[in-house]
C-alpha cells in the first residue's frame, strides 16, 4: 500500500475507511489486513465494523490479557454471551451453572421456546450433576467461576477434563477476574467471555463484550456470527475500553484491598449470617480479590425494611453494574434464587466497593447495619 499521512487518528475513528488503491480495498474486504493499525485476520477489512485500526488494537490488547489469540468485540457483555448461540442448533443441548448470570438463563429459555435447543443446569458445587446431565446431543458447557452473587468456585480443570473427553466446546464468564485475576484459557477452556463494560472499561460509560479464543476455527465461526447479524462497537468506545486497560490493574488491586477491609470490619455483625466472596490464599486459582463481596442477611427483609437503611447511605447507591470507580450496593430477595440447588434463603446485599476513600465506606455500611437494627 502507497503512504499517506493522511491516515490520522480521526479516519481511524470513523467508519469510513479510506483506501489509496483498488487493489488494496478489495484485498482488505476479502479479509487481509491492509491498513496501518489493522491486525484482524479473516474480518471484512475493507469497512469500519469489522475492519477499524482503533477496534483492532483493543481486539489485540483483550487477547494479550485473556492469553488468547483472537478477540472479537461485540456491543454488550450479554451479547459476546450470546454469541455462543453460533455453536449450537435446532435439537442441541447445552449446560449451565444454576447460579449462571440470569440474564443468559432467559437466553436459553428464549433459545428453547423458539428453536429447540435445550439446556440443563449443573450444580458448580458436585460436578456428578455435570456428567450426569451430559447426553449425545451436548454441544456446550459453559462456566461462571465466581458464581453470580453468591461467589462459588467451580473446578474448572475437572470440568475440562469431562469435556474435552466428549469432544465438547467449553465457554467461561471471566468477567469476575476480567483477564486479570483468572485466565480460564489458561485452563483449556475453549472461549472466554468478557463484559468489558464493568472493569475494563471502569468508569461506567461504556457498554462492550468480548469473546476470546486460542482455537482459528472457533474465532472463524465468531467472526461469522458477528458479521451477518452487523454487530460493531463505536469506535469512541473502543478507545474508551483501551483507556480503562491502562488503570486495570491497579484499580483492581486498590477495589480489592478496599473490599477485604470492609469484610474484616462487618465479619462479626449479628445481622449478618454468612459473607460470600473470594478468599484469594485459599482459593489458590485466583491470584487477588477483586471489589464483589455480598452479605447474607439474618433473615428475609421486605424492601420496605430495606428501604430505612439504604436511606442512610451517601457514598454508596443502589444499582447493578459494578466494576466502577464509584461504590454501589444491591439487595437480593431469595425468591431471585429459585431454581438453584441449594438456594438462600434470606435477603443477600451486594457491595461492589469503589475507590472512594476507604473511611467513608466505612462509614456508609455501619450506618446501613445500624439502621437495619
Not at 435446532?90 to 451453572?97: A, N, Q
Not at 435445550?118 to 446431565?133: E, R, S
Not at 461467589?151 to 469476575?176: H, P, Q, Y
Request: charged share 20%.
Amino acid at each position: 500500500m502507497k503512504k499517506d499521512n493522511h491516515y490520522t487518528r480521526s479516519i481511524q475513528l470513523s467508519s469510513s475507511l479510506h483506501f489509496t488503491s483498488l487493489a488494496d480495498y478489495r484485498a482488505a474486504g476479502n479479509g487481509q489486513p491492509v491498513l496501518p493499525g489493522q491486525t484482524a485476520e479473516d474480518a471484512d477489512n475493507g469497512y469500519g465494523l469489522q475492519g477499524n485500526p482503533t477496534l483492532h488494537a483493543l481486539q489485540d490488547s483483550i487477547s494479550q490479557l485473556e492469553k488468547g489469540k483472537h478477540t472479537v468485540l461485540f456491543p454488550s457483555g450479554l451479547t459476546a454471551l450470546c454469541a455462543l448461540v453460533v455453536f449450537l442448533t435446532r435439537g442441541d443441548h447445552w449446560l449451565m451453572p444454576d447460579s449462571v448470570y440470569f440474564p443468559v438463563r432467559r437466553f436459553a429459555d428464549y433459545l428453547k421456546e423458539r428453536y429447540g435447543i435445550i439446556y440443563d443446569v449443573y450444580n458448580p458445587a458436585d460436578l456428578n450433576t455435570v456428567t450426569g446431565a451430559i447426553n449425545n446431543k451436548t454441544k456446550l458447557i459453559h462456566i461462571e467461576t465466581p458464581s453470580s452473587v453468591t461467589f462459588g468456585v467451580t473446578d474448572v480443570d475437572e470440568i475440562v477434563k469431562i469435556a474435552k473427553s466428549r469432544n465438547i466446546l467449553t465457554s467461561a464468564d471471566n468477567t469476575w477476574a476480567s483477564g486479570v485475576l483468572y485466565q480460564p484459557l489458561d485452563h483449556g477452556v475453549d472461549i472466554s467471555v468478557l463484559s468489558l463494560t464493568k472493569y475494563p472499561a471502569g468508569y461506567c460509560d461504556v457498554f462492550m463484550g468480548s469473546v476470546t479464543t486460542r482455537d482459528a476455527a472457533v474465532y472463524k465461526k465468531i467472526l461469522y456470527h458477528h458479521f451477518v447479524h452487523g454487530y460493531t462497537v463505536s469506535p469512541f468506545s473502543g478507545a474508551l475500553v483501551s483507556r480503562g486497560l491502562e488503570s486495570l490493574n491497579i484499580r483492581l488491586a486498590a477495589e480489592g484491598a478496599n473490599a477485604m477491609k470492609l469484610i474484616k470490619a462487618i465479619k462479626d455483625h449479628k445481622k449478618i449470617s454468612k459473607i460470600y466472596y473470594i478468599n484469594a490464599e485459599k482459593e489458590k486459582d485466583f491470584s487477588g480479590p477483586n471489589s464483589l463481596f455480598s452479605v447474607e442477611l439474618d433473615r428475609p427483609y421486605t424492601d420496605i425494611e430495606l428501604e430505612k437503611s439504604f436511606l442512610h447511605l451517601s457514598t454508596y447507591t443502589i444499582g447493578e453494574s459494578w466494576g466502577g470507580t464509584r461504590s454501589i450496593v444491591l439487595p437480593f430477595q431469595p425468591s431471585e434464587f429459585e431454581g438453584r440447588f441449594a438456594p438462600p434463603r434470606n435477603t443477600i446485599i451486594r457491595f461492589h466497593s469503589g475507590l472512594e476513600d476507604i473511611r467513608l465506606q466505612l462509614e456508609d455500611i455501619s450506618a446501613f447495619f445500624v439502621a437495619l437494627g
